[in-house]
């Protein structure tokens, strides 16, 4: 078994360590301040080429694999959470499912240009009361000659201001529960499809999320992803890989409030000695660099499982749910470390805090991974 990484991991761990060191961390604080989206910072992550990792070079993606999207992941997130689920949604939620479950056409019409950045894309499966229960979808897709035509309202939905493109999971067959539900490609600026103001949120506020509605809106049967009822299907194997995504978002923050908090506890005195050197703080700080250790063995081990083809639902499902929790756990004892000053917002601890909250609750609450991961470790009844 060997821990280090290759060459070419190394290259881009460097590359996008130092887009975030100079690009994203130096306005972090002011574009989470301003609840302002970071346009500038999403074009330079597609000239960068981490808007579609691991997309094939043949629909203008990085062609990389899912510890090379980790990696960059952790980076990104380190220095703005927010940037960092910007990017993760465009990846996994939207490109992963077109590369898994799209023909050929689909791929060049739709794929292509989120792959290489000109559009963004958003994943809209919640609805207001289908949040864990993912199958009890309301949003319907009736059959109007050789398309479809679809009303209803989807929640929180990620980019979804911004989206040019969307995965839309909606019932054609109620009658079949969680079998009669379809994913379609939905152009966003098209009739019947609608946005409402962005939500007013804890954290991670540069990036934007609303409320989808559509009003008689038609598809044609070439923007049906997969099977016609195969869409639970195309939904949870795309959260399968978007929670390695969110688990690699969460050790970034964890890693930018550990980072924050060494350096403060180096510098900060009291009673005549660094504050690093008395022993409360000092295990808090050994704690957060073993808890943030093992987050990233769980997320590196859930993106080589995928990277080997390998089913990896619970393995995805651990690294969110450890990785989210530490993520919360080394935020708040960052803010201890700080004392007062973590408690203010000319630090950056109270930030990743409350950036650190999110990852607990999308893309799977913590009660849903334990659902997966009991599911596979107990059995069905
Ligand atoms: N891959 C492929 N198929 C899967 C699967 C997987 N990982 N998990 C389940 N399935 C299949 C099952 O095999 C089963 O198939 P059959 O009927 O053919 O046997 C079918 O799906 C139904 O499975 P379950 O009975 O387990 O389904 P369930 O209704 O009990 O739900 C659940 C399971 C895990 C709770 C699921 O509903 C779930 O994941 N809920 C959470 C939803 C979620 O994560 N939402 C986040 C929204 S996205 C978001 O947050 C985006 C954003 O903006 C950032």
């Not at 130096?26 to 302002?36: G, K, V």
Request: charged fraction near 25%; charge should be negative.
């Amino acid at each position: 078994m060997d821990f280090s990484l290759s060459d070419e991991h190394e290259a881009l761990v460097r590359m996008v360590r130092d887009f975030a060191n100079r690009e994203v961390k130096p306005i972090a604080a002011e574009i989470d301040r301003e609840h302002r989206y970071p346009a500038e910072l999403v074009a330079r992550m597609a000239e960068l080429g981490l808007l579609g990792i691991e997309v094939p070079p043949e629909y203008d993606g990085s062609g990389l694999d899912p510890i090379a999207y980790v990696l960059a992941m952790e980076e990104v997130s380190t220095a703005c959470a927010s940037t960092g689920v910007i990017m993760s949604v465009n990846n996994s939620l939207v490109c992963d499912p077109l590369l898994k479950f799209a023909t050929e056409a689909q791929k060049e019409r739709w794929l292509r240009p989120l792959a290489c950045g000109d559009k963004l894309g958003c994943f809209q499966l919640s609805e207001p009361n289908a949040g864990s229960d993912a199958a009890a979808q309301t949003t319907v897709a009736v059959r109007d000659g050789d398309g479809f035509v679809i009303n209803g309202v989807k929640n929180w939905i990620t980019n979804g201001p911004q989206a040019d493109t969307g995965i839309l999971f909606a019932m054609t067959d109620k009658e079949k529960g969680h079998k009669g539900i379809t994913a379609f490609i939905i152009d966003m600026n098209a009739e019947g499809v609608s946005r409402g103001p962005k939500d007013d949120k804890l954290g991670i506020r540069a990036s934007h999320s609303c409320q989808i509605f559509y009003t008689d809106h038609r598809v044609s049967a070439d923007q049906v992803l997969g099977e016609v009822g195969g869409g639970f299907k195309v939904a949870m194997a795309t959260l399968d890989c978007g929670r390695i995504g969110i688990a690699a978002q969460a050790l970034g923050i964890a890693r930018a409030a550990f980072e924050a908090a060494t350096e403060y506890a180096c510098d900060r005195k009291t009673f005549g000695k660094r504050i690093a050197d008395h022993q409360g703080i000092a295990f808090k700080l050994a704690d957060m660099a073993t808890e943030i250790d093992a987050a990233r063995m769980l997320t590196y081990r859930a993106a080589a499982m995928k990277a080997a083809g390998k089913r990896h639902s619970k393995e995805s499902a651990m690294a969110k749910l450890y990785a989210s929790e530490v993520a919360n756990k080394v935020a708040k004892d960052a803010i201890q470390v700080f004392g007062g000053n973590g408690y203010v917002t000319e630090y950056p601890v109270e930030r990743h805090f409350r950036d650190a909250k999110i990852t607990e609750i999308y893309e799977g609450t913590s009660e849903i991974q334990r659902v997966v991961i009991a599911a596979n470790v107990i059995g069905r009844r």
